[in-house]
């Protein structure tokens, strides 16, 4: 969450928990919580439910030291070595946009048959995406602006940096 492009949402699909994490973790901790408000103390008998609200508050737990012992190392490479770490930043959202790409279509993987190959759920494999450019409308000319507010800001920002920097 602290570094841009490295996503602590595509780290929980990579590591296979995000369904635990955010789906079913937080639905369960929604619906303790309006228990709780309603009066209804029962989840207490239940040890699935008590099971995962030990995992959704170590994992909160973990997240908020993490980010707080990442922010420290980060403002301290920062300070040591802006341009390399700057680049490496730069490198992650630049990995990362293959993965936001909005405009991308699915390939399944097939056998050698041409058949496409499903896994034990029944669900057909995503084996990669095809990625293309939109045709020109008022969606892509939305996106382009956004971009292009985005740049904008990240330049000012280092701008307003560099002057606030020469005024000390």
Partial sequence: ??????????????????????VDSVAVLFKTLTEIFTGDFSFMDSDERI???KIIATFTGGSAFG????????????KRWHQIV??????FIAGSLGIVWPWKKVLFKQDDLGQFVIDTNGEQIIENYQRYLPDINLQLGYALLCIGIGTAIVLGLEWYGKQRKHIK
């Fill in 86 to 91: 700057t680049a490496v930043i730069i490198g």
């Fill in 1 to 22: 969450m602290t570094l841009p492009g490295l996503s602590g949402s595509f780290i929980l699909i990579l590591m296979g928990n995000y369904v635990l994490l955010l």
């Fill in 51 to 53: 099971r995962y609200l």
């Fill in 67 to 78: 980010l707080i012992v990442t922010s420290h190392i980060l403002g301290y490479v920062l």
